[in-house]
């Protein structure tokens, strides 16, 4: 098993310019999640989706959209990429919400000038 | 509101030496305590979790963590440190809730340094 993937590992974007991060996961997980790792910041939560075709907002949504058209994948959208976006983006999955553990992928480092 | 605190930033160790990495937690009703450890430029690795049970719950890399409820604390320990354990190392709670799809809640992350 793979695990969690993302792709791009790494992308450098111009201000206004829009992209996509794909997250997949090969575990048939139910509950998926887009996080920022922010320096002296922890994880925060962007969005997740709780199953196939739904999706919710979570801690720091603005500027961001995301979709869930098929089970084991999560995009993770930038319409129109901001500085204060320069960030790495993790994406994990999970069986469960509360007592399940919840794995992680390798990230995506986002810079945009 | 849930929250969590890792009051270092930084934890430096000499090899063979115990480390103990520290977390406090604030979160209504029973708490769900996670550590995680990323290495340079790749993702988080879980290492262990509390849910319920015995208060003493041991992990991957001979990691192990107390949980106590009355000092709401869920540190991290390991008995002799390896150069290897050197990385950042996140502690997380999630509440009793289905609020936003039992998000986690992180710390700000601790560094460990373990010397030769």
């Known amino acids: 098993n793979a695990g969690v993937t993302q792709t791009p590992k790494f992308r450098v974007l111009k201000t206004g310019q829009s992209m996509t991060l794909l997250c997949a996961q090969d575990?048939?997980?139910?509950?998926m999640y887009w996080y920022r790792q922010d320096p002296g910041m922890g994880l925060r939560l962007i969005h997740y989706?709780?199953?196939?075709?739904?999706?919710a907002k979570g801690e720091v949504p603005d500027g961001y959209n995301v979709s869930r058209l098929k089970k084991q994948n999560f995009l993770l959208g930038l319409e129109s990429a901001a500085p204060s976006q320069t960030s790495v983006y993790f994406c994990?999955?999970?069986?469960?919400?509360?007592?399940?553990?919840?794995?992680f992928g390798p990230g995506t480092r986002l810079l945009v000038l | 509101a849930q929250s969590v605190a890792q009051p270092e930033d930084q934890v430096n160790v000499a090899e063979g030496n115990p480390l103990t990495v520290k977390c406090t937690y604030s979160v209504s009703g029973n708490p769900y305590l996670f550590w995680y450890v990323q290495y340079p430029n790749r993702g988080l690795q879980f290492l262990l979790k509390?849910?319920?049970?015995?208060?003493l719950v041991k992990g991957s890399y001979g990691f192990e963590a107390e949980f106590n409820k009355s000092q709401t604390s869920f540190h991290l320990k390991k008995p002799s440190a390896l150069v290897s354990d050197s990385a950042l190392y996140f502690c997380?709670?999630?509440?009793?809730?289905?609020?936003?799809?039992?998000?986690?809640?992180f710390g700000q992350g601790t560094e460990l340094s373990v010397k030769p």
């Open positions: 575990m048939n997980h139910e509950y």
């Open positions: 994990a999955s999970s069986w469960g919400i509360i007592q399940e553990t919840q794995y």
């Open positions: 989706s709780v199953g196939e075709g739904t999706t």
């Open positions: 509390y849910i319920t049970g015995d208060n």
């Open positions: 997380a709670v999630r509440g009793a809730s289905y609020n936003q799809g039992g998000k986690l809640i």
